[in-house]
């Protein structure tokens, strides 16, 4: 499933990628172009919405332990594709046909200067403007990573304390393990200690019962 998410989120960051570049390019198309950029834009960014709403799904099937990394995200991809769609409005509406109409008036010369001075100024603020786009897409990658390893320290800590809790038990278990085998240590061997007294109690008898016998069988003797 996570494969599935990744794959929609490089659909994504490629479709973007192409609507950033083609957004860039629409006020300095003619009229005709534009219109046909336009309308190019427009299909991306409905694709662009389809792909975000398969990511959520995706999200939403994702764990929720797991979950808030991907939400995090997702959050990135809608701020990024709010902006796309701001930055369009803008192209559309920055020199329109209309205001290079009021610009060229009826003096066509100093009016085409103006425009060429103009159109130089808005490359020029064009591609200040993607300079600091790749810079917030660089920032936002950062931060994405940093909340990211973040969280795979939070999970590792947690790791760490589970299998913590694990040593402990199994310490535990061991202490268990040697006081019974020191009960049964010292069972066996108070049961050798008897055993040992009463062989010594048994040889002592056997003892008596001999001296006994030899008595008996010397003190008949001498009767006799």
């Known amino acids: 499933m996570s494969s599935d998410f990744e794959g929609y989120e490089q659909d994504f960051a490629v479709l973007t990628a192409e609507i950033t570049s083609k957004i860039a390019r629409v006020p300095r198309l003619p009229p005709d172009e534009k219109k046909q950029m336009v309308a190019n834009v427009e299909k991306q960014l409905e694709e662009a919405k389809e792909l975000l709403e ?3 799904l ?3 099937e994702i764990p ?3 979950r808030g990394m991907y939400n995090n995200r997702m959050r990135s991809y809608k701020q990024e594709m709010g902006k796309l769609e701001t930055d369009f409005k803008r192209s559309r509406i920055a020199y329109s046909d209309e205001v290079r109409n009021e610009l060229l008036g009826d003096d066509g010369n100093s009016s085409e200067n103006q ?5 130089e ?4 603020l064009l591609d200040n403007t993607e300079r600091l786009e790749r810079s917030s897409r660089r920032l936002e990658a950062g931060y994405q990573i940093a909340v990211e390893t973040e969280q795979i320290g939070q999970e590792m800590l947690e790791n760490l304390s589970h299998d913590r809790e694990k040593i402990q038990r ?3 278990r061991l202490r268990e393990t040697d006081a019974n085998l020191g009960k049964s240590s010292r069972i066996l ?3 050798l200690r008897r055993i040992i007294q009463n062989r010594i109690l048994l040889v002592i008898l056997g003892i008596i019962v001999v001296i006994t016998i030899l008595m008996a069988i010397t003190f008949s003797v001498r009767r006799h």
């Open 54 to 56: 398969q990511m959520d």
């Open 58 to 60: 995706e999200v939403r």
């Open 64 to 66: 929720p332990q797991s």
């Open 115 to 119: 425009l060429i001075k103009l159109r």
């Open 121 to 124: 100024e808005r490359a020029h």
């Open 170 to 172: 199994a310490r535990e």
């Open 189 to 191: 061997t108070g049961m």
